[in-house]
C-alpha cells in the first residue's frame, strides 16, 4: 500500500484533523521560532491600534490584514527553513538561496505592513 491508496479521512474528520495538525503548527511556531513570537507581540499591538484607528471596515481591514500577511509569510517561511535543515545541516548554494528567499519574503511583508499603515494614517 502506497500513501496515496491508504483512505484519507472525510467530511468531519478531515475537518477536525486538519485543525488539530493547524493547531500543532501554531504551537511549533510559537515554541521554535523566536521571529514568529515577535511578530505575534507586534501583532498583539498592531491589531487593536488598528480596529481603533480605522474610521471605516476598509481602513480597518487594510491596517490589519498585512500583519495577518506577516504571520502566514512567517509561518511559511519558517516551513522552508524546517524542511531545508531537515534535508541537511551542510552548506549549500540552493538551500542558502531558499532560506534568503523566505527571509525576502518576511521583509517585503514587513514593507508591506508599513507602508500601508503610512499611507492610510497620512492621507488623514
Known amino acids: 500500500m502506497t500513501i496515496t491508496d491508504r483512505p484519507k479521512p472525510t467530511g468531519f474528520a478531515r475537518l ?11 504551537a511549533g511556531a510559537w515554541r521554535e521560532e523566536a521571529a514568529f513570537r515577535q511578530e505575534l507581540a507586534l501583532a498583539a499591538l498592531v491589531i487593536p491600534l488598528g480596529l481603533w484607528l480605522g ?5 480597518r481591514a487594510l491596517l490589519i490584514a498585512p500583519m495577518v500577511l506577516l504571520l502566514i509569510v512567517e509561518l511559511l517561511n519558517s ?11 551542510e552548506r549549500h548554494p540552493l538551500s542558502g538561496l531558499a532560506k534568503d528567499l ?22 488623514r
Do not use: H, K, T
Request: net charge neutral; with cysteine; hydrophobic share 55%.
Open 55 to 59: 474610521r471605516s471596515g476598509v481602513e
Open 79 to 89: 516551513a522552508v527553513e524546517a524542511v531545508v535543515d531537515r534535508i541537511g545541516l
Open 16 to 26: 477536525r484533523r486538519a485543525c488539530g495538525n493547524s493547531w500543532q503548527g501554531l
Open 102 to 123: 523566505g527571509s525576502a519574503a518576511v521583509l517585503l511583508s514587513l514593507i508591506l505592513l508599513a507602508a500601508v499603515w503610512g499611507l492610510v494614517l497620512f492621507d
